[in-house]
């Protein structure tokens, strides 16, 4: 059974930091892409990733996001994926999904090309 499961989701003030991790198992490294992504409470999950990275390490980020996160897979264990983020702003408050595309090998894809999602971690971010 593939499952995904994220972690690290934290209450952090303006200018902090957090790690979050996502544990894939049930696929095997090499098969999939995998992608975060963000849901605000009443609003639609956005439909591109936050971040992406591919089975070789290639990344991409979203603009919103780019300088401050950085995803990678951790060392020893490349099906932990790890999204570390530093200066978090009130407007990265969100549930924080890692997602797994399986199916069409597009790395940098949008949300409909993800098969397999975790059930998300919350982070909180106060001015």
């Known amino acids: 059974q593939v499952q995904l499961a994220e972690s690290g989701g934290d209450s952090v003030q303006s200018g902090g930091s957090l790690k979050l991790s996502c544990v894939v198992s049930?696929?095997?490294?090499?098969?999939?892409?995998l992608g975060w992504f963000r849901q605000v409470p009443g609003v639609e999950r956005e439909l591109g990733a936050i971040?992406?990275?591919?089975?070789?390490?290639?990344?991409?980020y979203a603009d919103a996001v780019k300088g401050r996160f950085l995803i990678s897979q951790e060392s020893g264990d490349k099906n932990t994926n790890l999204l570390q983020m530093d200066n978090l702003k009130p407007e990265d408050t969100a549930m924080y999904y890692c997602?797994?595309?399986?199916?069409?090998?597009?790395?940098?894809?949008?949300?409909?090309?993800?098969?397999?999602w975790g059930q998300g971690t919350q982070v909180t971010v106060s001015s």
């Open positions: 971040a992406g990275i591919s089975d070789i390490g290639t990344t991409s």
């Open positions: 997602a797994a595309n399986s199916q069409n090998g597009l790395c940098y894809g949008v949300l409909p090309d993800y098969n397999v």
């Open positions: 049930g696929l095997p490294f090499g098969d999939y892409c």
